[in-house]
C-alpha cells in the first residue's frame, strides 16, 4: 500500500506519525550529555543554573499547603475562569482575571486566542527559550525583536518594525526579562502603547518575576491593567510564592472596554473546554498568595545575598562585566571572548564540576556570556561564582 501526502509510507518504509510542530532533533547536545555522564557517575556538581526554589535550602512553613485539604475542595464546581475568590485576591476587578494551571498554558490560551495557524507573534532576544517551542506547538510562528544594551536594556524599535508584518498579531514583553533581569522602560511601554494601537496589536506581558526586584531603575514600568490597547498580563504562584509545584497562574485581561469583552467571551470558550485548574488548588489560592509573602521574603534575601557575592567576586577580576538585573533570578555575566561559550561551559564542568548556562541559550548576541542563577544556596554559590571568574577572566 502506498500513501501521499507528508505522512507518505511505502511497504517496507518507517511510516511517520509525529507532528512537526513537536522538535526534530531530540538527541541531547554535548552539554547535557556531560552533565548526565557526570551525574550517573555520581561527581557532585554545583548547579548554577537552578531555578527551583523549592530545592535550594530554602525554608518553607511545614504547613504551608494544609488549605488544599479544605473540604470545600470535595465539591467540583466547574467554572471557566476560576472560582471568584481566587481571582479576588489577583485584582482589583476579578472579572478581568482568568485563573489558569500555569504561565505556559495561559502562554498557549492566549496563542489560540489571538493568531490562526502560520501567524506571528513577536518575541524579545534576549529572552528564555520557551516562548519560541510554546508557539511552534500551537502553530505560530515566534518572530524575534530585539533588546539592546546602552547602559541599560531597552527595546531596540527598529527591530519591532522590521519585524512587524500583516500577519502579526501580538507582542510579548518580559518584565523582568529572563536572564537579563531587565524592566520594561517607561517610554518603551508608551511606544508599545502606540506601536501596538496603530497596528492592530495586543499587547502580553509576562510578569512572573515582578516580585523580585533587585536593582530596578526609577523608569522601571509594568503593562498590568493597560487600558489603551487589549493586555494581558501573566502571573502565577510558581514565582510569587515559590510554588511551581501547586500549578496556579493567571492572566489579567485589560484594555478598551469592548475589546477586553470579546476576549473574555471567547477565553470562556476555551477555558470551559479545559477546566484545567484544579478546585483543591483554587480553594487554597487566596491563602498561598497570601502566605506567600513569607516565601517571597526568602527567596529576596537569597537573590540578594549571592548577588553581592557576585559583585564581590567580579571586583577581583575586571575583566568580567556584571549588568546590574533589576530584578528576577538570574544574572549575565559577560566574559573574555576567549575561547567560546561552548567550551567554556564545557571546560567549568568538566575542570570544575559547575554547571552554567552559556549566552546563547537565551540569544545573547554581540559578545560572551554566561548565564547564572541567583537561587542557588549561598556557600554553594559564593566558592562556585568565584571559581567560575578565575577560569572565565
Known amino acids: 500500500m502506498v500513501c501521499d501526502g507528508p505522512r507518505a509510507c511505502a511497504q517496507g518504509l518507517t511510516v511517520t506519525v509525529f507532528s512537526s510542530r513537536l522538535p526534530q532533533q531530540l538527541a541531547a547536545n554535548a552539554f547535557s550529555a556531560a552533565i548526565a555522564d557526570l551525574r550517573r557517575r555520581g561527581v557532585p556538581l554545583a548547579d548554577l543554573t537552578v531555578t ?60 489560540k486566542l489571538l493568531c490562526d ?18 508557539t511552534r506547538l500551537d502553530a505560530v510562528d515566534a518572530t524575534p525583536y530585539r533588546l539592546e544594551h ?24 518580559v518584565s523582568p526579562n529572563n536572564p537579563t533581569g531587565s524592566m520594561l522602560r517607561a517610554d518603551d511601554r508608551e511606544w508599545l502603547v502606540s506601536f501596538a494601537s496603530e497596528h492592530q496589536l495586543a499587547l502580553i506581558s509576562d510578569e512572573v518575576f515582578v516580585e523580585y526586584p533587585i536593582a530596578p531603575r526609577p523608569d522601571a514600568s509594568s503593562l498590568l491593567g493597560e487600558e489603551r490597547v487589549l493586555t494581558f498580563t501573566l502571573g ?24 477586553v469583552a470579546a476576549a473574555l467571551q ?3 470558550v476555551m477555558c470551559d473546554m479545559y ?25 529576596r534575601a537569597r537573590l540578594m545575598e549571592n548577588y553581592r557575592a557576585l559583585l564581590a567576586a567580579a571586583e577581583r577580576h575586571p575583566a568580567i562585566r556584571v549588568p546590574a538585573p533589576e530584578g528576577g533570578w538570574s544574572a549575565v555575566l559577560q566574559v573574555p571572548a576567549t575561547i567560546g561559550e561552548d567550551a567554556l561551559v564545557l571546560q567549568l564542568l568538566q575542570d570544575a564540576h559547575i554547571i552554567v548556562h552559556p549566552g546563547y541559550f537565551f540569544d545573547m548576541s554581540h559578545g560572551s556570556h554566561l548565564i547564572v542563577s541567583l537561587l542557588p544556596d549561598p556557600r554553594v554559590f559564593e566558592t562556585s561564582i568565584a571559581r567560575v571568574m578565575e577560569v572565565s577572566a
Open 266 to 268: 471567547r477565553l470562556e
Open 150 to 173: 546602552h547602559g541599560v536594556w531597552s527595546i531596540d524599535r527598529d527591530s519591532v518594525r522590521r519585524a512587524c508584518t500583516v500577519h502579526t498579531r501580538a507582542l510579548l514583553v
Open 117 to 134: 495557524p502560520g501567524d506571528a507573534v513577536l518575541t524579545p532576544e534576549p529572552s528564555y527559550p520557551l516562548c519560541e517551542l510554546l
Open 275 to 299: 477546566l484545567s485548574v484544579s478546585t483543591p488548588v483554587q480553594v487554597a489560592g487566596p491563602a498561598l498568595i497570601e502566605a506567600g509573602a513569607l516565601i517571597r521574603a526568602a527567596i
Open 52 to 111: 527551583n526554589p523549592t530545592t535550594v535550602g530554602l525554608l518553607y512553613p511545614r504547613d504551608l499547603l494544609r488549605q488544599l485539604a479544605n473540604p470545600a475542595g470535595l465539591t467540583y464546581e466547574p467554572t471557566p475562569f476560576g472560582r471568584r475568590a481566587a481571582r479576588e485576591i489577583i485584582w482589583r476587578n476579578p472579572d478581568q482575571v482568568v485563573l489558569t494551571a500555569s504561565t505556559s498554558e495561559a502562554y498557549s490560551l492566549l496563542f
Open 236 to 259: 502565577g504562584l510558581s514565582k510569587s510564592a515559590g510554588l511551581p509545584q501547586v500549578k496556579l497562574g493567571w492572566i489579567v485581561v485589560s484594555g478598551p472596554s469592548d475589546q
